[in-house]
């Protein structure tokens, strides 16, 4: 029986995160889950959010955008489209970023400017919650 | 005959050139092997995407969608992967041959790549958006380019969207192609390598049962927009290894027909040297000769 669970989440761009973990908690898209080891196997969606990895008794914090997760009891595999660690959050960068995606809102933007401005949108104000919330 | 100063100045100007698409090959080698690259690194995300899809579809039974209905074809959408810049060889001029064929009155054209859309708003095409990309394709390029064509096929604007790219063979071949996004027929496993050719791979279904939450039709659901992103995104990553390697072997045709006629003009340099020097040893000696 195994008493760590594989954390991983890919991107379409890379692994970004592969380690042995003793929990996860995952803002899952009806309310937030925390998994344990030997979880029953589950598939599910998950929204944009933070997710809480407690491994060697220390939380760590990620930003992830909105994606998919398959459980086994050995096993939490997350896909997303975009996913960063909580220390390595530039907050002027994303702040810039959001200051930017918001200006752009403002101005008349065709349909496809727009699909693409809400998602930079909102993964940097995924990001600033994430970060703001660690300093509180 | 040209004096040899004029060959000189000839042959330098050539080893200039030589000097530059030598250069430009170089570039393109490597930002080819970026590309590659980046498909494989995307590689762990696919197989959970297959595994996931694979698990979704086993259990969602009997499932519909609005990105799977067909409906009557009355209007289509085309998005035309071109590239920004030329110099690629037959590249562009290939693929804009076959986007040509389409009929205009009854498609929108979404363009990515400069070239493209220079190319539809030239034959006054019905373009409905334009999208840019760069060198090494970010997912969110694909995202947008993605969302914007499931938004015309939601509203029913378009009834069909095809998605025209150059897919990367091998180095030296690549092939304009035409693929149908939506309505999204049989689901089909993704492949992260850009060589192999995913035309017959089946999803794989592993034995463990999963639950679902809320259901394994919404997860299917929801799943879908994403199968459609990344298969844009891969997209993406085959036209611009293409683009790399069209113009990487074109650069190289280029330098060696440089180094060719640098060739020849050295030859043809000497020849008119030599030619010079026994005139003028023949009126040395000639002039000698009728001193004596």
């Keep these: 029986m195994s008493k760590t669970l594989r954390l991983e989440i890919v991107t379409p761009e890379a692994k970004t995160y592969s380690e042995d973990v003793d929990m996860v908690t995952l803002p899952g898209v009806q309310g937030e889950m925390g998994i344990y080891p030997m979880h029953v196997p589950l598939m599910t969606q998950v929204a944009a959010g933070e997710i809480a990895v407690r491994k060697d008794g220390k939380n760590h914090f990620l930003a992830i955008g909105e994606g998919f997760v398959e459980i086994t009891g050995d096993h939490v595999s997350i896909m997303t489209d975009m996913a960063i660690k909580a220390d390595d959050i530039d907050e002027a960068k994303a702040e810039e970023a959001r200051q930017r995606a918001v200006d752009r809102l403002q101005q008349k933007l065709t349909d496809e400017e727009v699909a693409s401005v809400n998602a930079a949108l909102l993964h940097s104000l995924t990001q600033l919650n994430v970060k703001r919330r660690r300093r509180v | 005959m040209p004096s040899t100063r004029d060959i000189r100045r000839r042959i330098k100007s050539v080893k200039n050139t030589a000097q530059i698409t030598k250069a430009m090959q170089m570039v393109a080698a490597s930002k080819m092997r970026k590309a590659q690259q980046a498909a494989l690194s995307g590689r762990p995300y696919v197989v959970l995407m297959n595994s996931v899809l694979g698990q979704v579809s086993a259990q969602a039974g009997d499932f519909s969608h609005p990105l799977i209905e067909k409906r009557t074809i009355k209007k289509r959408a085309l998005i035309v ?205 000639s002039a000698a000769m009728s001193m004596g």
Excluded at chain 2, 130 to 136: G, L, S
Excluded at chain 2, 158 to 173: E, K, M, R, S, W
Excluded at chain 2, 223 to 241: D, G
């Design chain 2, 81 to 285: 992967i071109s590239s920004d810049k030329g110099l690629a060889g037959a590249l562009n001029s290939n693929l804009l041959r076959e986007v040509a064929k389409t009929d205009p009155n009854t498609t929108v054209y979404i363009a990515a790549g400069r070239k493209g859309a220079q190319f539809l708003s030239r034959t006054k095409r019905n373009l409905a958006g334009e999208f840019t990309y760069k060198d090494a394709p970010q997912f969110s390029e694909a995202r947008a380019i993605s969302k914007f064509a499931q938004d015309l096929f939601l509203k029913g604007d378009v009834d069909q969207v095809d998605i025209a790219f150059t897919n990367y063979i091998n180095t030296l071949t690549q092939k304009p192609e035409t693929r149908t996004l939506m309505p999204i027929g049989e689901i089909k496993a993704l492949d992260a390598d850009l060589q192999s050719d995913n035309a017959d791979s089946k999803l794989s279904t592993s034995s463990v049962e999963y639950l679902f939450e809320p259901s394994a039709s919404s997860v299917l659901g929801a799943l879908l927009p994403h199968y459609l992103n990344y298969q844009v995104y891969q997209v993406l990553l085959e036209a611009k290894a293409s683009e790399h390697s069209a113009r990487m072997v074109a650069m190289k045709n280029a330098t060696d027909n440089a180094k060719q006629l640098i060739k020849d003009l050295t030859l043809d340099y000497n020849k008119i040297r030599q030619a010079s020097i026994t005139k003028e040893l023949l009126e040395i000696t």
